[in-house]
């Protein structure tokens, strides 16, 4: 069965950093690409970052230059580096399986971790 398990979400003022961290089971991280979505309150679901089984990677253009996705292959993690935050960066951020056709792209297949929640104040 596939796992995701996000931590490193909480509270930070405008300008700061947050390490958010998926830990994926092996099933899933050998395979898959994994992306990082959020969901703002009253808004849809966003990619906000992707990257493939080989660490391809593609941004959102409104996080572009300040965060950073990679991945460590020997501990099944994907780690979503988050620098210069703002307060429209706030959100649940979500951890997915996906596929790479040139991007990083889900289908309704795929499985979502639980969430974790990001609090920028101004």
């Known amino acids: 069965q596939v796992q995701l398990v996000e931590s490193g979400g909480g509270l930070v003022q405008a300008g700061g950093s947050l390490r958010l961290s998926c830990a994926a089971s092996r099933s899933a991280f050998s395979v898959n690409a994994i992306g990082w979505y959020r969901q703002a309150p009253g808004k849809q679901r966003e990619l906000v970052a992707g990257i493939s089984s080989g660490g391809r990677t593609n941004y959102a253009d409104s996080v572009k230059g300040r965060f950073t996705i990679s991945r460590d292959n020997a501990k099944s993690t994907v780690v979503l580096q988050m620098n210069s935050l703002k307060p429209e960066d706030t959100a649940v951020y979500y951890c997915?399986?996906?596929?790479?056709?040139?991007?990083?792209?889900?289908?309704?297949?795929?499985?979502w971790g639980q969430g974790t929640q990001v609090t920028v104040s101004s």
């Open positions: 997915t399986t996906g596929e790479w056709p040139g991007y990083f792209r889900r289908t309704p297949y795929d499985y």
